[in-house]
T-cell receptor, first 110, second 113 residues
């Protein structure tokens, strides 16, 4: 099946610092979705990117889809303790199967 | 309230004892899916369904069965559970045939002894 590599696996930041997680694929991604999972919770959809080079923003979160559609990133500016959780990217291919990245666990130190 | 409901939330059972995890959604979604989440491996798709009576294997279907007799329900069946199926399981649904944002249930933590 498809493989989506996500780095880093863990990230500890001081509150107020920026944070970025990356998803990479060896093949062209048809789309990329980003989810956030709070500790003890379930994944919650954040955004979907479809077009090459697409950039979308949600307040302090910036999502990018690479020009070649082989990578994507999520950048959080000035992290807050409410940003704590695990961030996953996911690709739906063939409008059927879904492949998730392994996730990046973010810890924010107050 | 739009939601995906899984039951049970927690279950400890023994090897070989058949079990079913139920999943129900009230959003009239066509697409439903089951995932297992293990440390360091993220979420892996077990089975998915694009509509009633239409199901197919995901990446890790071995040891699991599903059925989709009604649009709202998508149970996950472990006919003969084994310890390597100890995991956190999530059911999800989305509108359309896939590629849409998924709504997840709260998860079922299974321990197979």
């Amino acid at each position: 099946g498809q493989q989506v590599m996500q780095i880093p696996q863990y990230q500890h930041v001081q509150e107020g610092e920026d944070f970025t997680t990356y998803c990479n694929s060896s093949t062209t991604l048809s789309n990329i979705q980003w989810y956030k999972q709070r500790p003890g919770g379930h994944p919650v959809f954040l955004i979907q990117l479809v077009k090459s080079g697409e950039v979308k923003k949600q307040k302090r979160l910036t999502f990018q889809f690479g020009e070649a559609k082989k990578n994507s990133s999520l950048h959080i500016t000035a992290t807050q303790t409410t940003d704590v959780g695990t961030y996953f990217c996911a690709e739906t291919w063939g409008y059927q199967k879904v492949t998730f990245g392994t996730g990046t666990k973010l810890q924010v130190i107050p | 309230e739009a939601q995906v409901t899984q039951n049970p939330r927690y279950l400890i059972t023994v090897t070989g004892k058949k079990l079913t995890v139920t999943c129900s959604q009230n959003m009239n979604h066509e697409y439903m899916s089951w995932y297992r989440q293990d440390p360091g491996l993220g979420l892996r798709q077990i089975y998915y369904s694009m509509n009633v009576e239409v199901t197919d294997k995901g990446d890790v279907p071995e040891g699991y069965k599903v059925s989709r007799k009604e649009k709202r329900n998508f149970p996950l069946i472990l006919e003969s559970p084994s310890p390597n199926q100890t995991s956190l399981y999530f059911c999800a649904s989305s509108a359309g045939t896939g590629g849409q944002p998924q709504h997840f249930g709260d998860g079922t933590r299974l321990s197979i002894l």
